[in-house]
């Protein structure tokens, strides 16, 4: 078999990435590890930068999307019960469309049946071969089979806990991590959200969020502790932990409801330099991971694709390798920003373990100063709603 670019993984980075190029008449194999349905079952982003709309409407995939999310012109910031807004239209000039994750990927998979782009799933052994050289190609059991695709060039877009990452050797790799010692359990429910934007929370009993996925389904997050297991967690103390977490004036009107999706992630700050390796290049969650608070994992997906995208238009329509060999500085580039942000957000919203008092000083010093300061309003609103690619 032959393609021009092999795609290791069919999440939302390895789907713009084939519907993207697609569109411009580039053939692009997917290979999958899970189904079709386990890959859309997974919940996880909801938050949409401006630049990730953009892309899906040159992949020809955001109707559904303009029809169905919803845009937020701000959000709240709040630290027991004082509270600050973050204008984003006002500050950074647009908004962010609150879709699923799962949504996105709904909409790229049925583009791509419907275009009969060629995806493998349920795909193992995948080893990538040759890739420093001009001549890769990517081996792998499919149905019983081996297999070989060979291509001009592979795009790891396989996650966190893929083979791309690791198919560079360690002596070209740096790898840079920050692991924080607490999680996020969060639940999805049936019921109308608690308010029209999201509120991120920094409470005496820790960090919460509420979220949202459209009018009549919310999606809530408390910090907990890494020891803990969603199971152990009924739907009552969840409900009880995210009250005593929020401004009272949320925890009143709150509708509560059984949960329909319960799970913990963990908290984790990390990224591969480089993110190419010959003709390998990372894509997403397989290149880095941010701490899900500033809402950029997904986002930061869609900057990489955009760089690789453009990169493979401009050697495929003009001969010019000039944003392949650029691919991984710039991709970076953007990368170190939004984990500063990240981190930062991560930093000021939650409760550390063993954190003092001179600690907590400094988050209150910090909201009060967001709270005065239009400058630090606009900062954080830049930030959120998506630095220029
Ligand atoms: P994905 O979505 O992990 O997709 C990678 C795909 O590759 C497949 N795969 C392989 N395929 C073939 N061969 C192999 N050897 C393979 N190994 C893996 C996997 O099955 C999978 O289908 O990466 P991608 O496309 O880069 O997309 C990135 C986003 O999914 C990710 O950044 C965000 O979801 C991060 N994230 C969140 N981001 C937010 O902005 N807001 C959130 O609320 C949020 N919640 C989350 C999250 C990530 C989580 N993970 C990874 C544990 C919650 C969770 C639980
Ligand atoms: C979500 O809705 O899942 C979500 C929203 C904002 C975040 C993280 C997660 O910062």
Redesign the pocket.
């Known amino acids: 078999m032959r393609t021009q670019v092999a795609i290791?993984?069919?999440?939302?980075?390895?789907?713009?990435l084939g519907q993207l190029l697609h569109r411009q008449g580039i053939d692009a194999v997917v290979?999958?590890?899970?189904t079709r349905d386990?890959?859309l079952g997974?919940?996880?982003?909801?938050?949409l930068e401006e630049g990730f709309v953009d892309l899906m409407a040159e992949a020809g995939v955001a109707d559904r999307m303009e029809k169905e999310g919803i845009r937020h012109d701000g959000t709240v910031l709040a630290f027991g019960e004082q509270q600050v807004h973050i204008d984003f239209t006002r500050f950074a000039g647009r908004p962010v469309m609150v879709y699923g994750?799962t949504e996105v990927?709904r909409d790229l998979y049925d583009a791509r049946e419907k275009a009969g782009a060629e995806t493998f799933f349920k795909?193992?052994d995948?080893t990538l071969c040759d890739v420093e050289t001009d001549a890769p190609y990517v081996t792998?059991r499919h149905e019983g089979e081996d297999k070989r695709l060979d291509c001009d060039y592979i795009a790891g877009?396989?996650?966190?806990?893929?083979?791309?990452r690791t198919t560079i050797p360690e002596s070209v790799r740096t790898e840079f991590e920050k692991v924080y010692p607490f999680g996020?359990l969060?639940i999805l429910s049936e019921t109308p959200p608690v308010h029209d934007e999201l509120i991120y929370s920094n409470s005496e009993q820790g960090f919460a969020l509420c979220?949202m996925r459209h009018r009549m389904l919310s999606?809530y997050?408390v910090q907990c502790p890494l020891t803990n297991k969603a199971e152990d967690w009924s739907d009552d103390a969840f409900w009880t932990a995210l009250k005593a977490r929020i401004p009272q004036e949320y925890a009143e009107r709150i509708v509560t409801g059984p949960s329909i999706e319960k799970?913990?992630?963990?908290l984790r700050s990390f990224v591969c330099e480089p993110m190419r390796w010959g003709r390998l290049f990372l894509?997403?969650?397989?290149?880095h991971?941010?701490p899900?608070t500033?809402?950029?994992?997904?986002?930061?997906?869609a900057s990489?694709i955009y760089y690789l995208y453009h990169a493979l238009l401009e050697h495929y329509q003009e001969k010019s390798t000039a944003g392949i060999e650029a691919y991984s500085g710039r991709a970076l580039a953007r990368i170190w920003k939004t984990q500063r942000f990240s981190w930062w957000m991560t930093s000021l919203l939650h409760r550390f373990p063993g954190q003092d008092p001179f600690d907590l000083k400094m988050q209150r010093a910090e909201l009060a100063f967001l709270n005065d300061s239009e400058d630090a309003q606009a900062a954080l609103a830049r930030n959120y709603v998506g630095l220029p690619y």
Do not use: M
Not at 8 to 16: F, Y
Not at 263 to 266: E, K, V
């Open positions: 290791i993984g069919g999440g939302p980075s390895g789907l713009l290979l999958e590890r899970q386990y890959v997974r919940i996880r982003a909801g938050v994750q990927t795909v193992e995948v792998f877009c396989d996650g966190f806990h893929g083979v791309s996020w969060g979220s999606r997050y799970s913990i992630a963990p894509c997403g969650d397989a290149a991971i941010v899900p500033g809402a950029k994992g997904l986002n930061s997906a990489d």
